[in-house]
């Protein structure tokens, strides 16, 4: 029952459960086998079941193993019916997957917690990322836990509450003078030549199987079926591929029924080289220079946008962008209808929603799931110029009822 | 013209272990004909049939997309740093 190797995604090459990446042959990506000893269906749900309130319930499908000691327990986040926003929308099923709410309040943790159980696996002493703030703090958080050093490469620019909440946990931050694409080639560079667990390089097919969970968990808690659409952020592309294949692994092992689910990835308009492609009606993903308030999306090469754009057409969804506008405007939606603060990303994700939704692209009886994947909260500057001011009184009752009632028409 | 061309693990087994490797060419395009000169099946693991770079390959010159550059004609100049290195992508489900 487990991992058992790993094969390139394009010539099928086999490798060892080794700390490698790449295919020697094609330079293809690698990608983690199993095998599940013919258990399936009911067998899976129970042992699925019977395990912890976190993505190590799902132990089975990923291809490292929990370190108790090191657990941060990420994961098995609400699955929250919105009526409120549906209703603005005009879906009648709407369901937002909060994934706010994590160890360090973005989905990053998922794939983060198996990083670190990777790192442990091959006993690197140093836990590293390339990373647009939210992966930094994961990656610095688990590091603490586990006891290990955490180097972080963050681009400049990113938003000042990723940066302290990182700092917090004592990694080394190595700001870099450019943009996530150069600090990414920069980690690829740094992995050939030093002996570091780079969470998204070198043991990137076990720190990516952890996006799976997001597409295990809206399945179990859909009562074990997939929903007919899901909505996600695409900035690298991996949380997008991913969640398609654990619903596809669910299906393939009779753990849910068969079923399409419409893949629908957001992207922003100032760097949307997918939604681009998309478009275009093309297989080429043209890279871009980044330009857009949704920093932790601000991917303008990315690793997996050719897979995005084959599933999002194969699964009769889509990959559409909004503006920064659009995106404050879903941000601002999101939370006055479901009390639920999100960071740009979430915006996006929201924003794509709602333009797809106003176009009549998607059915209103749909069940669509939005997966929010950050919080608000390391993104303030992105919304406090939108935001009303307080209203300021005198600690009198006649100055609130003139500077509060009268106004609200009380 | 010098430029130097850091070498990736993958093609290392064809520079024999090598890591930097000198060239003197006017242009990516050269530089990858010299690479191939030396290092004989170099070239096909980097472009395809049509020449163009692989889908899976980024190639930098100075720290720069060579698609933002002029591709295989980005010129090389004497001291330039090029850098192969693999586009790394999570993958998905195969298909069949």
């Given at each position: 029952m487990g991992a058992t190797g790993l094969v390139c995604r394009e010539c099928g090459r086999r490798y060892a459960l080794d700390p490698i990446f790449v295919c020697?042959?094609?330079f293809g990506p690698l990608e983690v086998e199993y095998d599940h000893d013919g258990l399936n269906g009911e067998a899976l749900r129970t042992r699925i079941l019977s395990g912890?309130?976190?993505?190590?319930?799902?132990q089975d499908f990923l291809p490292v193993q929990r370190v108790p000691a090191w657990d941060l327990a990420p994961g098995y986040t609400p699955l929250v019916r919105a009526e409120r926003l549906g209703k603005a929308l005009g879906l009648n099923r709407l369901y937002l997957k909060d994934d706010t709410r994590n160890p360090t309040w973005s989905f990053k943790d998922r794939v983060v917690a198996c990083a670190v159980a990777a790192a442990r696996m091959f006993r690197f002493d140093v836990l590293s990322c390339a990373s647009t703030g939210n992966l930094a703090n994961a990656v610095a958080a688990h590091a603490a836990k586990a006891g290990l050093r955490a180097v972080v490469f963050i681009p400049t620019g990113i938003e000042r509450a990723k940066v302290v909440a990182t700092s917090m946990y004592r990694p080394t931050i190595v700001e870099v003078e450019g943009t996530y694409d150069d600090v990414n080639r920069l980690c690829l560079e740094i992995g050939e030549e030093h002996r570091w667990a780079i969470a998204n390089v070198n043991v990137r097919p076990y720190y990516s199987e952890g996006a799976k969970t997001l597409g295990f968990e809206v399945a179990e808690q859909l009562g074990w079926q997939a929903p007919d659409r899901v909505v996600a952020p695409v900035g690298s592309g991996n949380m997008f591929v991913k969640i398609h294949k654990g619903l596809e692994e669910f299906q393939q092992l009779g753990v849910i029924a068969a079923h399409r689910v419409r893949m629908t990835g957001a992207q922003a308009e100032g760097c949307g080289p997918v939604a681009t492609a998309y478009r275009a009606q093309t297989d080429t993903v043209v890279p871009v220079i980044p330009e857009t308030l949704a920093k932790s999306i601000a991917?303008?090469?990315?690793?997996?946008g050719h897979y995005v754009l084959d599933i999002a057409r194969r699964s009769g969804g889509a990959v559409e962008s909004v503006t920064d506008h659009e995106t404050v405007e879903a941000i601002r939606l999101l939370a006055e209808t479901e009390g639920l603060f999100t960071e740009p990303t979430g915006g996006v994700t929201v924003g794509v929603l709602r333009k797809l939704a106003l176009a009549g692209a998607v059915d209103p009886d749909e069940t669509v799931v939005a997966i929010i994947s950050g919080i608000g909260l390391k993104a303030l500057e992105a919304v406090e110029s939108h935001l009303p001011a307080a209203v300021r009184i005198k600690p009198t009752l006649a100055s609130f009822e003139e500077r509060v009632l009268q106004p609200a028409g009380a | 013209m010098a430029a130097r061309v850091r070498i990736p693990t993958p093609l290392r087994q064809l520079t024999k272990g090598e890591r930097l490797i000198e060239v003197g060419a006017a242009d990516l395009g050269q530089a990858i004909d010299e690479l191939d000169r030396r290092f004989p099946g170099f070239r096909a693991r980097l472009l395809d049939e049509h020449g163009e770079v692989l889908r899976f390959v980024n190639i930098f010159v100075n720290e720069r997309d060579v698609r933002f550059l002029g591709g295989l004609r980005t010129p090389l100049a004497d001291g330039a740093e090029v850098s192969i290195v693999p586009a790394m992508a999570g993958g998905a489900v195969p298909r069949d």
């Open positions: 020697d042959a094609c912890p309130p976190s993505i190590w319930r799902y991917i303008g090469n990315p690793a997996d | -």
